[in-house]
């Protein structure tokens, strides 16, 4: 029912019956909302309404979703030998034989493009011990018998569980606290300084944000400081908005200000009738990563002494900043739902400490809008914590940019910068780097010969393409930083917009590789530099925070449906942690 101009209380059926001569075959079912407006509804009957062919659709079937993971895990070889195909055979593609390509005399070379390429030098790596670890070519390393470069203190954290403890056990070798003993023993060996959690009262009763807090309340009564992280327990890993998980982030980054580590049950071996537990030290010294970045530890740095003297090129001399940001979008139509962003920032040399901002702006909206108040903010706490030092220079990366939105974004976010700088002091003008990292290509590197394959059959770590199939004058480049796990590797593209401290074409491809290092989630080096890593996981980490309405609290009216609410990451609790880790 819905009410007219006049104040009349009508039903849909009745309308269209006396406004359009309309009889509904199915006056029962609900109708569709067809306008694209916020604010705005516009309702037609179901029965009335045709599907377009040929939509795209979101969701794949079982079967879809198997072939494609099959495509996407083609080894290198597999994959040209594939594309070699579709070149030549008619039945899969055969350009050259193609009426239209005929007609405009176009002839599509048969043969891959070969390029130059160059593998840039893995860096030397600096950890409290040992001293110096290089990764070589493999592009990953193992924490065995190493400890952090600056290892965290946690003097009070606490352990909760959202498994049933009736499917629990103590002991044993899938009990929680031998599991709990285990992550303490490797967080200790690896530099964490650490007692084991207090354990949390659990009551069915408890919502899960009180559930957290009684965690709290028990730690800080049984040492007497405020507690600085709560361990909680998942029944299984689900990191989709309204999970458990979301919701234990919801309750930490934003409700409580409090750290927060997730387990999953199945994968710790913990639980009743979990599996004995494989490789349960790793996963812990995996799970140690996390916690000694979200405590303001340092996991791995360059080693900046005489056997790597130029660990960070052009700018290791001086005080600088490395800047991460990234807008996630939403992937309905509806006005009200926000785009994400988030930049991040480090604070130290180390570059293993990161500050960050998650800001709520328009639907779909590229550019960040409140750029220049958040640079400002994360220059003055740069500030405080480098004994009253500004930052000399500044290389910011900016993630999922088309090459259509350079200009905008570039007018946008580098005015946004240098107005930050300038709302400080009138005379503070350092200079900036600007390079957007892109993903969303479908540019593929192929090995030309088995010395620079590594053993996926991918491009050795440090693959680096700057000639051939970048643009004539800009300064662009191609990097495969990673070594393959399974599948083709993705190079990153780095497209350098400004560049105002004088780096060579080497000195910004070396710098930018060799940051891909320092990713503080693992032990191998990553697809992209950290601050655009780290950055794309905040503003997720952001998505996360949109509290969903329950289905029965639901209004609909002429004004429309009421937007989703949006919790925020307070800036002080996001400059003390990275909360993403």
């Given amino acids: 029912?819905?009410?007219?101009?006049?104040?009349?209380?009508?039903?849909?059926?009745?309308?269209?019956?006396?406004?359009?001569?309309?009889?509904?075959?199915?006056?029962?079912?609900?109708?569709?909302?067809?306008?694209?407006?916020?604010?705005?509804?516009?309702?037609?009957?179901?029965?009335?309404?045709?599907?377009?062919?040929?939509?795209?659709?979101?969701?794949?079937?079982?079967?879809?979703?198997?072939?494609?993971?099959?495509?996407?895990?083609?080894?290198?070889?597999?994959?040209?030998?594939?594309?070699?195909?579709?070149?030549?055979?008619?039945?899969?593609?055969?350009?050259?034989?193609?009426?239209?390509?005929?007609?405009?005399?176009?002839?599509?070379?048969?043969?891959?493009?070969?390029?130059?390429?160059?593998?840039?030098?893995?860096?030397?790596?600096?950890?409290?011990?040992?001293?110096?670890?290089?990764?070589?070519?493999?592009?990953?390393?193992?924490?065995?018998?190493?400890?952090?470069?600056?290892?965290?203190?946690?003097?009070?954290?606490?352990?909760?569980?959202?498994?049933?403890?009736?499917?629990?056990?103590?002991?044993g070798e899938t009990g929680t606290m031998t599991f709990l003993r285990d992550l303490v023993q490797v967080c200790n060996k690896t530099g964490i300084q650490c007692q084991q959690p207090v354990l949390g009262p659990y009551d069915p009763r408890d919502s899960l944000e009180q559930r957290i807090k009684r965690a709290m309340d028990a730690a800080k009564a049984q040492t007497g400081t405020d507690c600085e992280m709560v361990l909680v327990l998942l029944e299984r890993k689900q990191t989709s908005a309204g999970s458990p998980y979301a919701l234990v982030k919801q309750a930490g980054d934003s409700l409580l200000g409090v750290r927060t580590q997730c387990f999953a049950a199945d994968k710790a071996g913990v639980g009743l009738n979990a599996r004995p537990p494989r490789g349960r030290i790793q996963y812990c010294a995996n799970v140690a990563l996390k916690i000694n970045a979200k405590m303001g530890g340092v996991n791995v740095k360059l080693l900046d002494d005489s056997r790597q003297p130029k660990a960070i090129p052009v700018v290791g001399t001086i005080p600088f900043m490395v800047f991460g940001a990234d807008v996630t979008h939403p992937t309905s139509f509806n006005q009200d739902d926000p785009s994400i962003a988030a930049v991040c920032a480090s604070y130290d040399r180390t570059l293993g400490r990161y500050m960050s901002r998650v800001i709520r702006q328009g639907h779909r909206q590229e550019v960040i809008g409140s750029l220049k108040d958040v640079v400002q903010d994360m220059l003055k706490e740069f500030y405080k914590r480098n004994n009253a030092r500004k930052p000399e220079a500044i290389i910011y990366y900016r993630d999922g940019v088309a090459d259509s939105q350079f200009p905008t974004v570039l007018e946008y976010e580098y005015t946004a910068f240098r107005q930050a700088c300038y709302a400080l002091e009138e005379t503070y003008c350092p200079p900036i780097t600007f390079v957007v990292v892109q993903k969303r290509h479908n540019t593929r590197l192929f090995p030309g010969d088995q010395a620079g394959a590594d053993s996926s059959g991918n491009c050795l770590p440090g693959t680096v393409v700057d000639s051939g199939i970048c643009h004539p004058t800009q300064f662009d480049f191609f990097l495969n930083s990673h070594a393959g796990l399974q599948g083709h590797n993705k190079p990153a593209h780095y497209h350098v917009l400004v560049d105002e401290n004088g780096f060579s074409a080497d000195a910004l491809q070396l710098f930018t590789y060799w940051q891909t290092y320092l990713y503080c989630r693992c032990t191998r080096s990553v697809s992209v530099c950290p601050a655009a890593y780290y950055a794309h996981l905040a503003a997720f980490r952001g998505r996360l925070m949109k509290r969903e309405a329950d289905e029965g609290s639901m209004v609909s009216s002429g004004s429309g449906e009421h937007p989703p609410e949006v919790l925020q990451i307070p800036d002080a609790y996001a400059n003390s942690t990275m909360f993403f880790a």
């Fill in 1 to 171: 029912m819905f009410t007219l101009e006049n104040g009349q209380q009508i039903s849909v059926a009745q309308y269209y019956a006396t406004t359009y001569k309309v009889r509904l075959q199915y006056p029962n079912l609900p109708p569709i909302n067809v306008s694209g407006q916020a604010g705005r509804k516009v309702w037609i009957p179901m029965e009335l309404c045709e599907v377009v062919a040929g939509q795209r659709r979101r969701m794949l079937n079982e079967q879809q979703t198997t072939g494609m993971l099959q495509f996407a895990g083609l080894r290198p070889s597999d994959r040209a030998a594939y594309l070699q195909q579709v070149i030549e055979r008619p039945d899969l593609g055969g350009f050259n034989n193609d009426p239209a390509v005929k007609a405009f005399g176009i002839q599509v070379e048969t043969q891959l493009s070969r390029v130059k390429a160059r593998v840039l030098n893995p860096p030397m790596l600096a950890y409290g011990s040992p001293e110096a670890l290089t990764p070589g070519t493999r592009g990953s390393w193992n924490l065995r018998d190493v400890r952090f470069p600056a290892g965290c203190q946690i003097k009070s954290w606490a352990f909760t569980t959202l498994v049933d403890p009736q499917q629990l056990v103590n002991e």
